[in-house]
């Protein structure tokens, strides 16, 4: 970072010392100076605004530019042989055309630059699109949600974590929301968003690309992971949707923890809890230390006592994983006697 602000001081010095000699626009002294510090900020506004920019499409605005100064040159030729008694009028026409085919040349360059293969330049460009690749986006209901900083502290998921601007705005309203209970949330995500800036082991980058024509915040993710080309981090289920259909890559925080969630089968046999009763006839509710329901016919006198059941059924749904077993008094009665 401190190259970076030398390098930029010592392009303001240059620009100032060389506009202070060779007198632009008849400017002398300090006036000529200002010029050159002007050109400067000039020049760093673009240096800010192409460092946002893939590689594909910079490659892309480059290859355009030239070949629209190319087609400016061609036809300036052509204008220069037909127009032979109007000199007055060609100079315009020359410079005309060369800023509108330069333009245009960048425009479209860079739209389309997302098209270039890069890989087949032997590797030279490699380096970006593996970099791009290991980004991770997050949501806004994954960082309020705050299961993301363990997982990130057991190494399960590398590379950066890219907060975007407009997920921060969303982040501060729902903050200072006059709802207690999104107030909290809210605070709750920017306090797991300080605890991963200040982990030295975790990468953390706040860009500042938006999309001012898109509205929806989850559609600026999408696009955001288009640019990118990498994946959404979230556990929304509609954005998952939508992104799944978009073409983008969706790492889902619910889909992981049900996916890390015991697996029981039928017959098996497991020890639990029986925290409550059950909403059937002698029915009672047990938990497992991931959240787990399991419910248990038979054991609605057992309240508060631990006992091994027999696993009879699993049901997976979408809010997660149920697991049905049954308690048989006869057989631990046996069991008892057995002991004894």
């Not at 060779?22 to 050159?36: D, F, I, R, S, V």
């Amino acid at each position: 970072m401190k190259d970076f602000l030398l390098l930029r001081a010592t392009l303001l010095f240059l620009l100032m010392a060389s506009a202070w000699h060779l007198k632009p626009l008849g400017l002398e002294g300090p006036p000529a100076a200002a010029a050159g510090a002007a050109l400067c900020a000039v020049i760093l506004f673009f240096e800010h605004r192409i460092r946002e920019i893939t590689l594909k499409r910079l490659i892309g605005a480059a290859m355009g530019s030239l070949l629209g100064i190319l087609g400016a040159f061609l036809i300036s030729l052509v204008l220069d042989k037909a127009l032979i008694g109007d000199r007055t009028t060609l100079p315009f026409l020359e410079l005309a055309i060369l800023l509108w085919m330069t333009y245009c040349g960048l425009v479209i360059g860079a739209h389309k630059g997302d098209m270039l293969n890069l890989s087949a330049l032997g590797g030279v460009f490699g380096g970006e699109i593996s970099t791009r690749q290991q980004f991770k986006i997050l949501d806004t209901s994954v960082i309020i949600d705050g299961r993301i900083a363990d997982i990130v502290d057991t190494g399960f998921l590398d590379g950066v974590l890219v907060i975007p601007q407009f997920v921060l705005r969303e982040l501060q309203m729902v903050a200072d929301s006059a709802d207690s209970i999104k107030r909290n949330r809210g605070r709750r995500g920017l306090d797991i968003l300080q605890k991963m800036q200040k982990d030295p082991a975790l990468q953390v980058r706040i860009v500042e690309e938006d999309f001012p024509q898109v509205r929806e915040v989850d559609m600026k993710l999408i696009e955001l992971a288009k640019v990118y080309g990498c994946k959404v981090v979230t556990n929304d289920f509609n954005l998952n949707k939508v992104a799944t259909l978009h073409g983008v890559e969706v790492l889902n925080i619910n889909e992981l923890a049900n996916a890390l969630k015991p697996v029981v089968l039928p017959g098996e046999t497991m020890k639990v809890f029986i925290l409550k009763e059950g909403k059937e006839s002698n029915q009672g509710v047990a938990y497992l230390d991931d959240g787990t329901m399991v419910v248990v016919d038979h054991a609605r006198k057992l309240i508060s006592k631990t006992v091994e059941i027999t696993v009879t059924s699993v049901l997976q749904t979408t809010a997660g994983k149920m697991i049905f077993g049954r308690y048989d008094e006869r057989v631990h009665t046996v069991e008892r006697a057995a002991s004894h």
